[in-house]
């Protein structure tokens, strides 16, 4: 079963142009995604997905393909799809170009989980209701996060697969996370997936939904659309950059760890 990890590294962005290439420790942010992905033991292979030739140039740099892409597609879940279409792959990963820090830790739980559930499919061993279409990631979370619309919320039932996702505080409308306690199934959600490659196709080809609109969520989509979503929980995020400020943090966490192992 070939999985294909697929890394969205678009260069216009309005909050920072040209992040994909910004440097840490002196080396641009998309090779220290792909050497994450590199540490995956799941993964057949790996392609940038990229609309930029600088930016397909740094991958070459460290011997990854790279795929030009549209720069008029509406989102990376279009990219990844448009630069796997062709791959042949049974499982598409999106992992995000702006993580340099991940690695297999969040990346070979989304792949085993779809995997296995798709030779359970294969075996006739499941009912449609378990047959999984995307695979996600989340982490326990903390109250500050709960007011925070950046930080996206996701509700899930007793069998670990999404009910909503959200960037309002859901479903803590007049308690706090400590007063409800860890019973409670709302998590922050982790924008990684997984994807059966013909829901992926399933889930580009359908138009935007008035929920995805609302909350500004395109997985509400795949939700509005049927899909089955699993959520695996971590016990950590990722340290993601979306600012100049956080090269800052990513950089400040590596020279901790960088002290720790010497």
Same mark, same amino acid.
């Given at each position: 079963?070939?999985?294909?990890?697929?890394?969205?590294?678009?260069?216009?962005?309005?909050?920072?142009?040209?992040?994909?290439?910004?440097? =840490?420790?002196? @080396?641009?942010? *998309? /090779?220290?995604?792909?050497? !994450?992905?590199? %540490?995956?033991? &799941?993964?057949?292979?790996?392609?940038?997905?990229?609309?930029?030739?600088?930016?397909?140039?740094?991958?070459?740099?460290?011997?990854?393909?790279?795929?030009?892409?549209?720069?008029?597609?509406?989102?990376?879940?279009?990219?990844?799809?448009?630069?796997?279409?062709?791959?042949?792959?049974?499982?598409?990963?999106?992992?995000?170009?702006?993580?340099?820090?991940?690695?297999?830790?969040?990346?070979?739980?989304?792949? =085993?989980?779809? @995997?296995?559930? *798709? /030779?359970?499919?294969?075996? !006739?061993?499941? %009912?449609?209701? &378990?047959?999984?279409?995307?695979?996600?990631?989340?982490?326990?979370?903390?109250?500050?996060?709960?007011?925070?619309?950046?930080?996206?919320?996701?509700?899930?039932?007793?069998?670990?697969?999404?009910?909503?996702?959200?960037?309002?505080?859901?479903?803590?409308?007049?308690?706090?996370?400590?007063?409800?306690?860890?019973?409670?199934?709302?998590?922050?959600?982790?924008?990684?997936?997984?994807?059966?490659?013909?829901?992926?196709?399933?889930?580009?080809?359908?138009?935007?939904?008035?929920?995805?609109?609302?909350?500004?969520? &395109?997985?509400?989509?795949?939700?509005?659309?049927?899909?089955?979503?699993?959520?695996?929980?971590?016990?950590?995020?990722?340290?993601?950059?979306?600012?100049?400020?956080?090269?800052?943090?990513?950089?400040?966490?590596?020279?901790?760890?960088?002290?720790?192992?010497?």
């Amino acid at each position: 079963m070939k999985a294909l990890g697929v890394i969205p590294a678009r260069w216009a962005s309005s909050r920072f142009p040209g992040k994909p290439l910004a440097l =840490i420790h002196g @080396k641009p942010m *998309i /090779q220290w995604v792909i050497s !994450g992905a590199r %540490t995956s033991t &799941e993964l057949s292979d790996i392609l940038v997905a990229t609309d930029d030739e600088r930016i397909v140039k740094a991958a070459a740099d460290v011997g990854c393909q790279a795929v030009m892409t549209d720069s008029n597609l509406p989102s990376g879940t279009d990219r990844i799809f448009e630069a796997s279409r062709k791959s042949g792959s049974d499982i598409i990963l999106n992992i995000q170009g702006d993580e340099p820090l991940i690695d297999k830790t969040w990346i070979d739980p989304l792949v =085993i989980a779809l @995997k296995d559930n *798709i /030779q359970d499919s294969l075996a !006739g061993h499941q %009912t449609l209701g &378990e047959r999984l279409s995307m695979v996600t990631l989340a982490h326990p979370i903390i109250d500050e996060d709960l007011s925070n619309s950046n930080a996206v919320k996701v509700l899930v039932n007793q069998k670990g697969q999404a009910i909503y996702f959200s960037r309002f505080p859901i479903p803590y409308s007049r308690h706090t996370a400590k007063e409800l306690g860890a019973g409670v199934p709302c998590f922050k959600h982790i924008g990684m997936y997984a994807f059966r490659a013909d829901f992926l196709q399933h889930f580009c080809e359908a138009p935007v939904s008035a929920l995805e609109r609302a909350e500004g969520l &395109e997985q509400l989509r795949a939700l509005d659309m049927g899909a089955v979503i699993k959520v695996i929980l971590v016990e950590k995020p990722t340290l993601g950059v979306d600012t100049p400020e956080d090269l800052l943090k990513v950089e400040k966490w590596l020279e901790g760890r960088d002290e720790k192992e010497t």
